[in-house]
């Protein structure tokens, strides 16, 4: 952020912000930070923050629903190795 320019500094932490692992301390400390350095006041900042943390947990969250589906629709490992064996069988003409 140090070197973002006055007008980028509060879009740089707020795109960095969610994917950063910052303790609630720090994440005031840079809040104060970006509010020295743009100019902007805090309570904007505060309510910028807010609104990408939704975003990231909104995106986060479809992300883990599409693995969940992605998980569901995948066919178990034997069940192709299940099926070849009876058509084996079948082929062959012995039917159990």
């Known amino acids: 952020m140090e070197k973002a320019d006055a007008s980028d500094v509060v879009q740089t932490f ?9 303790d609630p301390t720090e994440e005031e400390s840079l809040i104060g930070f970006a509010k020295e350095q743009s100019g ?3 309570l904007s900042i505060k309510r910028t923050l ?3 943390w939704q975003v990231h947990n909104k995106e986060k969250a ?3 629903r599409q693995r969940r589906v992605a998980e569901r629709n995948d066919p178990p490992a034997h069940a192709g190795g299940a099926r070849t064996g009876r058509t ?3 082929a062959n003409g012995r039917l159990q």
């Not at 707020?14 to 910052?22: G, M």
Request: glycine share 0%; no cysteine.
């Open 88 to 90: 084996m069988v079948a």
């Open 62 to 64: 479809e992300e883990e």
């Open 40 to 42: 902007s006041n805090i």
């Open 14 to 22: 707020v795109r960095l912000a969610p994917q950063a692992a910052i």
């Open 50 to 52: 807010k609104t990408a």
